[in-house]
């Protein structure tokens, strides 16, 4: 018998499965994947403003760092303060999505590919992003690959706060109304990697980026 | 893993006895229940979201047949392989075969209990396949040779700045460095290398995904993410119960997770991972593969402890017990501490190789307040205690006495009779102290505490005294 076999075999043992408890099952199960409840959520402001608000003062506290500009073409000015002001290299891997931006003209020299061990600054747009947390979503794909906002020191990432939602249970049916099937990494990040694992004390920095700076587009 | 659960008790003591654990673990003890209390206040409804997560939960282990077999049709359409593991032995051997398969010399791992159960470092170091350990504390361990974990969260929290100083000066040959920063630095640059050259890369899985077959992880320190998209191959090994129904659950138990294990409102990194990389992709493994282990979970399906594979591992349990807090991980002597392993590592280890561990506990139910599945942990540790006692593992004098007792018990006449005296005797025993510094019958109660003496008359002469005089 195969392992498989023998595992299921065990668990509808104990189970005391039969074909009118089976059938049950089933109606259960298909409940579940077409009810898809919701459990209990805090309570929010969602009108756009508070949202943007309550994403930052989350993203804050998670140890992000946020600035808000009017519109996308100010992006790249806005991210070349920002490494000027942290005394941070103005070379910088971006998503191939954010390539049509003007980086040259702000000073900044990046290249739109996959990242590299190498690579000190990274810069990512994001699916959408969850205020309830602080989070941002990202999807992966050809455009938009997982390792830029992992393996630089700095992740830079790109916000547009029309995409500022709510709750996770809606970036999840954004992603299904938008993608139909989720991609191969939906990465959830919630401000730079950190570890306790010394005394308990919180470490930024651990094996991906010290710092997170979140560029919010409001328009 | 080994077991040393037997081993309870001269564990116990060597680790009280222990100067620098008892600092360790003094240091340690109450910041994670501090930062728990405090996550949990921005939750609303922390009872309701914990019902919903128990039902979530019931929902998928009361038909966990169908449930799996579901999440094994959808992994597979997404590409993945999925392999099933009755024991450890089997997990090791699925994974050196495929290890085998694809040419792999090097594996990433980021922190998986089940690797840990399976024994999973010894068997890939075996076949010549060298295994890293990316998770801080793991890595501290495996370079402390193999140490086994002593949290299920904080794998390293018995041990101190000054340990892990010494330690990485002696094994990384480089200066010895006393600030956290710098020592997580060190570790950081070491571990790189190993990630951008791995073949593989191991992970476990906090959840299974039905409705998407897919796998989600909780991290912190990005090492998850880094061993699920550099290497080529991406192996999760994972237990039978962790299916769960549908993305909106998995927002619904992510509110209790992260909060319950180390205080956070959210994971820093937080990965669902669906199928492989397609081939205009930048990152991300060529083959993905799921290893469903059952090592003994398949036995307690329907059965007297079907509840506790509702646990989701955020070791808000043992952070809790006043046990755990005063004796640490390492005396329970097997994988899982605190009072989630005095109900685990009987089932899954042996109910004979672990007698002392549900007696481990003051039965103070801290353990099934925090719980974010509502697991009565108590009752299950209770119900083995009876099991024990069934298959008569308890010792001789233990039974004789409980027999004893029964009897007399039943017999008020000379019960009352035993009672009188017995509180006559302690009250003589303690002099004019109103405390006992030695019980002789049994001097291990009073070591290192002293036993509070009677005042000389039982609750029931008391009680019939007090009727009278009203």
């Keep these: ?219 | 893993m080994e077991i040393k659960s037997m081993r309870f008790k001269a564990n116990a003591s060597a680790s009280l006895a222990n100067v620098v654990l008892q600092g360790n673990l003094k240091n340690a003890k109450g910041k994670f229940v501090t930062k728990r209390a405090e996550a949990l206040r921005d939750l609303d409804d922390f009872e309701g979201t914990r019902d919903a997560a128990k039902a979530i939960r019931n929902k998928v282990i009361d038909n966990l047949d169908l449930w799996l077999e579901r999440f094994e049709r959808k992994a597979l359409d997404t590409g993945a392989h999925v392999l099933w593991a009755k024991d450890g032995a089997e997990v090791c051997r699925l994974v050196t075969e495929i290890a085998r398969k694809h040419g792999v010399k090097k594996v990433t791992k980021s922190k998986s209990m089940l690797s840990e159960e399976a024994g999973l470092n010894q068997a890939l170091e075996a076949a010549g396949i060298q295994p890293v350990e990316t998770d801080l504390g793991e890595y501290i361990l495996q370079v402390d040779n193999n140490e086994p974990p002593s949290h299920i969260i904080a794998p390293a929290v018995h041990k101190s700045l000054d340990d892990v100083a010494d330690l990485f000066h002696k094994v990384h040959g480089t200066p010895r460095k006393t600030e956290i920063p710098a020592l997580t630095r060190e570790a950081r640059e070491v571990l790189r290398g190993h990630f951008m050259t791995a073949e593989m890369g191991l992970s476990g899985g906090n959840f299974l995904v039905a409705e998407t077959g897919s796998v989600a992880l909780v991290t912190n320190e990005g090492n998850g993410r880094m061993v699920t998209t550099m290497p080529k191959v991406h192996v999760v090994i994972t237990g039978i119960e962790k299916v769960i129904p549908t993305l909106e659950d998995l927002s619904t138990l992510m509110r209790l997770l992260p909060r319950s294990a180390t205080g956070q409102s959210i994971s820093n990194y937080f990965s669902i991972l669906t199928g492989v990389k397609k081939p205009e992709e930048h990152d991300g493994p060529e083959h993905l593969y799921f290893v469903l282990v059952d090592s003994g979970r398949a036995d307690v399906v329907g059965g007297d402890f079907h509840e506790m594979l509702r646990c989701i591992r955020c070791g808000a349990c043992m952070n809790h017990c006043p046990v755990y807090q005063t004796i640490g991980g390492h005396a329970y002597g097997w994988v899982y501490p605190g009072p989630m392993g005095s109900v685990l590592t009987p089932l899954y280890a042996g109910i004979e190789n672990s007698i002392d561990l549900p007696h481990a506990a003051t039965l103070c139910n801290q353990c099934g307040v925090v719980c974010p599945v509502g697991i009565p942990l108590p009752e299950l540790l209770r119900k083995l205690r009876e099991k024990q006692t069934d298959a008569g593992l308890r010792p001789l004098t233990e039974r004789i006495g409980l027999r004893l007792w029964a009897w007399v018990a039943q017999q008020p006449t000379l019960y009352a009779l035993g009672a009188r005296f017995g509180v006559r005797y302690l009250k003589w025993l303690a002099g004019k102290s109103d405390r006992i510094s030695l019980l002789p019958m049994a001097p291990e109660w009073t070591r290192g505490r002293e036993f509070p003496a009677p005042q000389g008359k039982t609750f029931r002469e008391m009680y019939a005294a007090r009727r009278a005089a009203q």
């Excluded at chain 1, 595992?7 to 089976?22: E, S, T, Y």
């Excluded at chain 1, 990202?138 to 938009?144: A, G, L, Q, R, Y």
């Excluded at chain 1, 809606?170 to 990040?189: K, M, Y």
């Design chain 1, 1 to 219: 018998m195969s392992s498989r076999d023998d595992i299921l075999g065990r668990v509808r043992a104990g189970l005391q499965r039969n074909a009118g408890n089976a059938a049950a099952g089933r109606e259960i199960m298909q409940a579940a994947m077409e009810g898809r409840v919701e459990g209990p959520k805090p309570a929010m402001d969602t009108a756009p403003a508070a949202l943007l608000e309550r994403f930052r003062i989350k993203s804050e506290l998670q140890s992000s760092t946020v600035e808000v500009v009017a519109q996308e073409s100010d992006v790249p000015a806005a991210v070349a303060r920002y490494l000027a002001a942290m005394k941070l290299p103005t070379t910088a891997v971006v998503q191939p999505a954010l390539a049509a931006l003007e980086w040259a003209a702000a000073g900044l020299k990046v290249e739109a590919r996959g990242a590299r061990d190498a690579d000190l600054v990274g810069i990512t747009g994001c699916f959408c992003a969850v205020a309830e947390t602080g989070t941002l979503m990202m999807c992966s794909s050809p455009d938009t690959p997982a390792a830029v906002s992992l393996l630089p020191e700095t992740h830079v990432a790109v916000v547009r706060a029309a995409r500022i939602l709510p709750y996770m249970e809606d970036a999840w049916n954004l992603a299904r109304a938008e993608l139909g099937t989720l991609p191969r990494a939906v990465n959830f990040i919630s401000g730079p990697s950190r570890t306790g694992d010394i005394e308990q004390t919180i470490v930024l920095g651990a094996h991906g980026p010290y710092r997170v700076h979140l560029v919010i587009v409001e328009n």
